[in-house]
């Protein structure tokens, strides 16, 4: 045995902090208690991980909250911060590699305290009627347990959460306890599809809660906080949203469903696994958005932030399928009548949709990204995108990849030379020649 302290990072090069090596996380059983009156979170969380090399200490990411203690496998470990978010411990005895190790702390604070980054970064919000959300990417996680803050490590997901009487608890995966004593309610939410960290999430209000099944019993959970409810029409949609989506993408790939409808102001909806937030201004095309997500992010997960158009340019492009399917649209009108708006913008093509560089990654992948996903539809054709759809996420399910993946992935399917293609829309900066531009059908 020569153990050595684990990575502080795990690699990624637009947030090298972020994460940690030297151990896989299996699960997360996270525990909290929270009073909306008092803004306090107390947590007793435990991280389940197998070492990966022999460790004599290793880091864990918690932001701003204050450690009281931490065990692991039951005995007192020594810990310590180390700048921003990194809590390292260290254990009684060294960890050997390939044994699986339980890390438990206990913590609390004020978790909206802690500052945040802004942007996509939410951190823990105190919503309007005094309750409690979470989301934010690529961090939202560590606001409030200890985690491996990483896309590239995950891993299931319990969350056992103490409100007082008459608030209520909505996370990712299926409710499997809820029981209410001395004036407390406690709820239990467990995710066993392994998710990444950043799509966990709790939020704590006064919900309307709707439930109902998919047609394989698929449980469906759809919460509406106070202001909300006007919505409710739009998540009873939700199975039909499934529906649609299953028969581009192949069998829903996580073992639940529903969305959490928020009044909040916040400029983005997410994704979170099995259960997507909504803003308050979130229309049924975003519901088709986040949903597509639960395939293209959730199920196949980016290995790296500079894979982002994983996510975005593939759920960006459902809205185009279900358009074309439910509103009858001719895609080909809609993207020349785009490309006639943007044609002589270079502001519209100059973000790259892959590495664009670290706080530029959700920068054309909504726009750009859709038309980039619409021609290499046309440049490949309808039989080879069709089987695109449905053999890349089952290919990766419950896996992480990088868009060089995809790329080679598109080709070997494809059959065909589309290195000019990837070059010109995904790695270029400028309009792409009209080869590329207006590949197959859009010349017309």
């Not at 309750?131 to 896309?151: K, Q, R």
């Not at 039909?240 to 009044?263: C, M, N, R, T, W």
Request: proline share 6%.
């Amino acid at each position: 045995m020569n153990p050595a302290p684990g990575a502080s990072g795990a690699g990624d090069p637009y947030y090298p902090m972020d994460g940690n090596g030297g151990y896989d996380a299996t699960e997360y059983q996270v525990g909290i208690t929270y009073d909306p009156a008092k803004g306090r979170l107390d947590g007793d969380t435990t991280v389940i991980a197998k070492a990966t090399q022999d460790l004599n200490r290793y880091n864990l990411d918690l932001r701003g909250l204050t450690v009281q203690s931490v065990e692991v496998d039951g005995k007192p470990a020594k810990f310590a911060r180390e700048g921003e978010f990194e809590l390292v411990v260290t254990p009684a005895e060294p960890i050997r590699n390939g044994t699986t190790f339980r890390t438990k702390v206990l913590y609390g604070g004020d978790p909206s305290a802690t500052p945040k980054a802004g942007g996509s970064e939410n951190g823990w919000q105190k919503s309007k009627d005094g309750g409690a959300f979470i989301v934010g990417e690529p961090h939202s996680a560590s606001f409030w347990y200890p985690v491996n803050e990483t896309p590239r490590d995950k891993a299931m997901f319990t969350l056992t959460a103490r409100v007082p009487d008459g608030w209520t608890v909505i996370s990712n995966g299926r409710e499997i306890q809820k029981a209410a004593a001395n004036g407390w309610t406690t709820t239990s939410w467990q995710e066993r599809t392994p998710v990444a960290a950043y799509l966990t999430t709790v939020a704590i209000d006064k919900f309307t809660v709707d439930r109902m099944a998919l047609p394989d019993g698929t449980p469906v959970v759809n919460a509406y906080a106070p202001g909300a409810e006007d919505r409710r029409d739009t998540g009873r949609r939700l199975p039909e949203i499934i529906g649609f989506l299953s028969s581009k993408f192949g069998p829903y790939p996580v073992d639940a469903a529903g969305g959490i409808y928020l009044d909040e102001d916040i400029h983005f909806s997410l994704e979170t696994q099995t259960r997507p937030t909504y803003a308050k201004w979130a229309e049924l095309i975003t519901v088709v958005h986040e949903t597509a997500h639960q395939w293209f992010g959730d199920s196949v997960t980016l290995n790296s932030w500079s894979d982002i158009c994983l996510n975005e340019c593939l759920a960006s492009y459902a809205q185009w399928l279900w358009q074309e399917s439910r509103d009858n649209e001719n895609l080909d009108v809609r993207y020349r009548a785009a490309l006639e708006i943007m044609r002589g913008s270079a502001d519209f093509w100059k973000p790259k949709l892959v590495d664009m560089g670290a706080g530029q990654e959700f920068r054309g992948v909504y726009d750009k990204g859709i038309l980039a996903v619409h021609a290499l539809r046309r440049k490949i054709g309808e039989g080879a995108f069709a089987r695109l759809l449905k053999e890349w996420p089952a290919a990766y399910r419950n896996a992480n990849a990088t868009w060089a993946d995809f790329e080679a992935f598109t080709i070997k399917l494809s059959e065909q030379n589309l290195r000019p293609f990837f070059d010109a829309w995904f790695h270029g900066t400028t309009i792409p020649p009209d080869a590329e531009l207006l590949p197959g059908t859009l010349r017309g």
